[in-house]
């Protein structure tokens, strides 16, 4: 047992002994790897410290250019419809939702008022056209006593008294005549007054259509005199739509009539609803200092999907190029770090930079019209294949 003591400790003494002189050659060798690093980090020293860059291939593709405006579908024709009478709704026919075409009498005012004042306007212009008869009749005898008494005073049988007052009663004739030839026409007036009124009293419909709002009821007591209600609201055709956008004055001069769209709804986020620009209005719109135009789009509405109020986002199709050479946007974006002066961009021309041989190269290009990811090159000497640089590579 002493033995085996023994030689266990003179193991241990000798690991330790090699441990001793392992460590400084350790420590050692992680110094000149440290250096090493350090060297070949510190800029300017070795070959792989050459300006790292991200490139993009210039290429051939297509580029449209769009506007983007926000706004809500609205049927093409809405018509409220009100009266212009006071009085007791008698019966509603149609309700919400409901298709009506024009001359359906949609709700009925109680006429017996209306049809009261109708039977007296007849009444009046039969007594009228009684009285103008009388008046003719009586003009006809005073005419004739007037040219009697004419005759007279001719033979000296007549006294001038006799000949003034038969002139007095046919001018009184005449001008009963007059008056009552005017209480006739009064009269009618006010029979045609009435008839309007009575046919008035139907609430009808102006238009074929769609009932989109109702506020009336069996019962209601209308008070015309003072507002005009809004008794029905109604749709023309929500077969066919518009859609009404505030369009930025930064983009107005970009769109025309014509113009291609299409739009998204909340409803349906995953289907897309074409449309056409039918008309642009000149009267601005000034919101918090931001000012717009409104834009009027044509959309077909067949399958009724579209509700009125919709709020939509539209994407306006402003011009189209197809198989042009494009360059990336961030490259018309990118400038080096460089102690030489850059060239200077002149009216109309931009400057990219193409990595040539493993060195960025400054090429003058003119640009076209831009998608917001590419730019069209109009001309320049470059080509499809080449690598512009779109941003700094990690040092």
Do not use: H
């Amino acid at each position: 047992m002493p033995n085996k003591t023994a030689e266990i400790e003179a193991i241990l003494g000798q690991s330790t002994s090699k441990r001793k002189w392992l460590w400084p050659v350790i420590i050692g060798t992680g110094l000149v790897l440290s250096a090493g690093g350090l060297w070949l980090w510190w800029p300017g020293t070795g070959a792989q410290r050459a300006p790292q860059y991200v490139t993009q291939a210039i290429d051939r593709g297509d580029v449209t250019v769009t506007v983007t405006a926000t706004g809500s579908v609205e049927p093409t024709n809405v018509v409220e419809i009100s009266t212009e009478l006071s009085g007791t709704v008698r019966a509603v026919n149609f309700d919400f939702n409901d298709i009506v075409k024009a001359g359906d009498v949609l709700a009925q005012l109680d006429t017996a008022t209306l049809e009261a004042n109708l039977t007296r306007a007849r009444a009046n212009v039969d007594a009228a056209e009684a009285r103008l008869a009388e008046s003719q009749a009586t003009l006809e005898e005073m005419d004739q006593a007037y040219e009697r008494s004419l005759q007279l005073a001719d033979k000296g049988v007549a006294s001038d008294q006799m000949l003034l007052s038969a002139k007095s009663n046919f001018s009184r004739a005449t001008a009963a005549l007059q008056s009552a030839t005017a209480n006739v026409a009064i009269a009618k007036a006010d029979l045609a007054l009435n008839e309007a009124n009575l046919a008035k009293a139907c609430i009808c419909a102006p238009i074929d259509g769609i009932i989109l709002d109702r506020n009336v009821e069996i019962g209601q007591i209308l008070a015309a005199s003072f507002s005009a209600p809004t008794l029905f609201t109604l749709a023309e055709d929500l077969a066919r739509m518009q859609l009404q956008v505030d369009i930025d004055e930064a983009d107005i001069g970009l769109v025309s009539e014509g113009d291609r769209a299409y739009f998204t709804v909340e409803a349906f986020q995953n289907k897309t609803f074409p449309a056409e620009i039918a008309e642009l209005r000149y009267a601005p719109l000034t919101v918090n200092g931001v000012v717009t135009y409104k834009a009027i789009l044509a959309v077909d509405n067949t399958d009724l999907l579209l509700r009125p109020g919709m709020t939509a986002t539209a994407t306006i199709t402003v011009a189209e190029t197809a198989d042009v050479l494009r360059v990336p946007n961030a490259a018309l974006r990118f400038t080096p770090t460089m102690t030489e002066s850059l060239p200077a961009d002149t009216a109309g021309q931009k400057t990219v930079w193409v990595l040539r041989n493993d060195q960025a190269e400054p090429v003058t290009i003119e640009p076209g019209s831009s998608d917001g990811s590419f730019t069209v090159i109009v001309s320049g000497a470059i080509a499809a294949g080449d690598r512009v640089i779109v941003d700094a590579g990690p040092n």
